[in-house]
Nanobody
Framework: QLRFVESGGGLVQPGGSLRLSCEVS????????IGWFRHSPREEREPVSC????????VYQDSVKGRFTMSRDNANNTVYLQMNNLNADDAGVYYC????????????????WGQGIRVIVSA
């Protein structure tokens, strides 16, 4: 059974950083891609970034390129989304979602979703 838990969200000042974690169990990160999506006023499931089973990542939003990076710790079964220089547009509820092997920016191609974690960017 696929299980995964998001953590690391919270309140941060503009320009600050957060690192979101997606800890997984019941499957291997070597066989699954992990996508990060966010719910915002603009879109219910906006694709942010994804790390494929190969370890290669892709960033979907031009607004976060150069600021957001993904990484993976296979030993701890955890995928991270490092978010730097945050601004108000980055606020929202972030979700991680697994799917076999390959990334996609289409939310409908992910069958399993976490409960989400809120990121608030405010002075």
């Amino acid at each position: 059974q696929l299980r995964f838990v998001e953590s690391g969200g919270g309140l941060v000042q503009p320009g600050g950083s957060l690192r979101l974690s997606c800890e997984v169990s019941g499957f291997s990160l070597k066989n699954y891609a992990i996508g990060w999506f966010r719910h915002s006023p603009r879109e219910e499931r906006e694709p942010v970034s994804c790390l494929g089973a190969s370890g290669k990542s892709v960033v979907y939003q031009d607004s976060v390129k150069g600021r957001f990076t993904m990484s993976r710790d296979n030993a701890n079964n955890t995928v991270y989304l490092q978010m730097n220089n945050l601004n108000a547009d980055d606020a929202g509820v972030y979700y991680c979602a697994p799917r076999p092997m390959f990334c996609t920016d289409v939310p409908a191609n992910f069958d399993h979703w976490g409960q989400g974690i809120r990121v608030i960017v405010s002075a």
